[in-house]
């Protein structure tokens, strides 16, 4: 049932019923982060993303277009791509029947067509299409074909955007992928709460503290600002080169951009003053979530930094808290402590004993996530009896 107040309630992070109600009301009809354009260069590249219990493929045509659909064959349901990026060749082919469709959608051969589909209309039988939109240089998937990707980045677009993921002087490191215990919302959460990063990040981020944070909405998505006094970005050792110098990408108070832009609902962007990341999370159960990591840096930094994330296991090419050698404080990663305290909130989820305590007050503390709360409440209403 959905709480009598607008402060999520111990089930939305532990019960199906809360994942599924989202699964329907609120993945459904979902913007997320696909890729790049440049991910996607060269006709039949492809990226596959789950939203929700949706899969969809994006897929470059011959044309130059970017084509978003629903990936399944429209004979009997077969998933047609496996893989999450690749290049797929001159048309898409379903392994099962080998029904063949074009990069723009259209149904193009089905075998032995005259004798097993004689009345067979081609035309009526094109790949499901998806919702796609492009910004900047990022592409954004929604399962929904109607939906509006203009007034979803509307509140975004005219704000300052920090860097060009396409310079001269900006490359993509390794990408990493992290399992995370824990519910997606308790992610996000975290990710938009001011008060800890004085606290829990004492000794990487250093702050800053409350008052020195701004949330601001815009529109269903925020965005987070502090003043350069206000955090300290402080950077491990092997992203200085010998002069002790961090590059040439600037901080989000040198150039007026935000230091986190929350896309709601699965999207976090993070500009910092060596680099940026893109966080696409993907809920798996009530208590699990991917969290698939990109993230640009100046050429200053090494390109694959896996071997310095605590965690990380080469064989598996994923970062999880199974795999820590050390408690996440002694890390000096800012992000493993923000594992690490999800997955305790999760485990106090999971007591009978839990319920919600106040959050506290003013716009750069906890408010946003009374805000995040109000939003999900909003959007599920209808998805409970």
Same mark, same amino acid.
């Given at each position: 049932?959905?709480?009598?107040?607008?402060?999520?309630?111990?089930?939305?992070?532990?019960?199906?019923?809360?994942? =599924?109600? %989202?699964? !329907?009301?609120?993945?459904?009809?979902?913007?997320?982060?696909?890729?790049? /354009?440049? +991910?996607?260069?060269? !006709?039949?590249?492809?990226?596959?993303?789950?939203?929700?219990?949706?899969?969809?493929?994006?897929?470059? +045509?011959?044309?130059?277009?970017?084509?978003?659909?629903?990936?399944?064959?429209?004979?009997?349901?077969?998933? $047609?791509?496996? %893989?999450?990026?690749? #290049?797929?060749?001159?048309?898409?082919?379903?392994?099962?029947?080998?029904?063949?469709?074009?990069? %723009?959608?259209?149904?193009?051969?089905?075998?032995?067509?005259?004798?097993?589909?004689? +009345? $067979?209309?081609?035309?009526?039988?094109?790949?499901?299409?998806?919702?796609?939109?492009?910004?900047?240089?990022?592409?954004?998937?929604?399962?929904?074909?109607?939906? =509006?990707?203009?007034?979803?980045?509307?509140?975004?677009?005219?704000?300052? @955007?920090?860097?060009?993921?396409?310079?001269?002087?900006?490359?993509?490191?390794?990408?990493?992928? *992290?399992?995370?215990?824990? #519910?997606?919302?308790?992610?996000?959460?975290? !990710?938009?709460?001011?008060?800890?990063?004085?606290?829990?990040?004492? #000794?990487?981020?250093?702050?800053?503290?409350?008052?020195?944070?701004?949330?601001?909405?815009?529109?269903?998505?925020?965005?987070? *600002?502090? #003043?350069?006094?206000?955090?300290?970005? =402080?950077?491990?050792?092997?992203?200085?080169?010998?002069?002790?110098?961090?590059?040439?990408?600037?901080?989000? !108070?040198? /150039?007026?951009?935000?230091?986190? *832009?929350?896309?709601?609902?699965?999207?976090?962007?993070?500009?910092?003053?060596?680099?940026?990341?893109?966080?696409? $999370?993907?809920?798996?159960?009530?208590?699990?979530?991917?969290?698939?990591?990109?993230?640009?840096?100046?050429?200053?930094?090494?390109?694959?930094?896996?071997?310095?994330?605590?965690?990380?296991?080469?064989?598996? +090419?994923?970062?999880?808290?199974?795999?820590?050698?050390?408690?996440?404080?002694?890390?000096?990663?800012?992000?493993?402590?923000?594992?690490?305290?999800?997955?305790?909130?999760?485990?106090?989820?999971?007591?009978?004993?839990? %319920?919600?305590?106040?959050?506290?007050?003013?716009?750069?503390?906890?408010?946003?996530? =009374? @805000?995040?709360?109000?939003?999900?409440?909003?959007?599920?209403?209808?998805?409970? /009896?």
């Amino acid at each position: 049932m959905m709480p009598h107040n607008n402060q999520l309630e111990r089930n939305a992070y532990i019960e199906n019923e809360w994942l =599924r109600a %989202e699964q !329907a009301g609120l993945f459904s009809d979902a913007w997320c982060f696909v890729g790049t /354009t440049r +991910d996607l260069a060269k !006709a039949g590249d492809y990226r596959v993303v789950q939203i929700g219990t949706f899969s969809i493929l994006v897929v470059l +045509d011959k044309s130059g277009n970017l084509n978003a659909f629903h990936n399944l064959c429209r004979h009997r349901g077969t998933t $047609l791509v496996d %893989e999450e990026k690749g #290049n797929i060749g001159a048309a898409i082919v379903c392994p099962y029947h080998r029904w063949t469709y074009g990069l %723009e959608g259209g149904l193009r051969g089905v075998p032995d067509k005259a004798n097993c589909f004689p +009345d $067979l209309d081609r035309t009526k039988l094109s790949l499901k299409p998806a919702g796609l939109g492009v910004f900047k240089e990022l592409i954004f998937a929604n399962p929904d074909p109607t939906a =509006r990707f203009d007034e979803w980045i509307a509140p975004i677009a005219d704000r300052a @955007w920090p860097h060009d993921l396409f310079a001269a002087d900006v490359k993509e490191a390794v990408p990493l992928t *992290y399992d995370l215990k824990c #519910n997606w919302k308790v992610f996000i959460e975290n !990710a938009i709460d001011g008060y800890h990063l004085a606290y829990l990040h004492e #000794n990487t981020l250093g702050g800053p503290t409350p008052d020195k944070n701004i949330w601001e909405q815009a529109g269903e998505h925020m965005i987070w *600002y502090a #003043n350069e006094d206000g955090i300290r970005h =402080r950077l491990p050792k092997k992203t200085r080169d010998e002069n002790g110098s961090t590059g040439t990408i600037k901080s989000a !108070a040198q /150039t007026g951009y935000g230091g986190v *832009y929350y896309l709601f609902p699965l999207t976090l962007v993070v500009p910092t003053p060596y680099g940026l990341s893109i966080s696409s $999370l993907k809920p798996l159960s009530p208590g699990r979530t991917r969290l698939d990591y990109r993230h640009w840096i100046g050429p200053w930094q090494s390109r694959d930094e896996r071997k310095y994330i605590p965690g990380y296991d080469k064989q598996s +090419d994923i970062i999880s808290s199974d795999n820590w050698t050390k408690h996440p404080l002694e890390t000096d990663d800012f992000q493993t402590e923000d594992v690490w305290i999800c997955e305790k909130i999760q485990r106090g989820l999971s007591s009978p004993a839990f %319920e919600p305590g106040p959050l506290s007050e003013g716009p750069g503390a906890e408010d946003p996530i =009374r @805000w995040f709360h109000e939003s999900l409440n909003n959007r599920l209403r209808d998805g409970f /009896t």
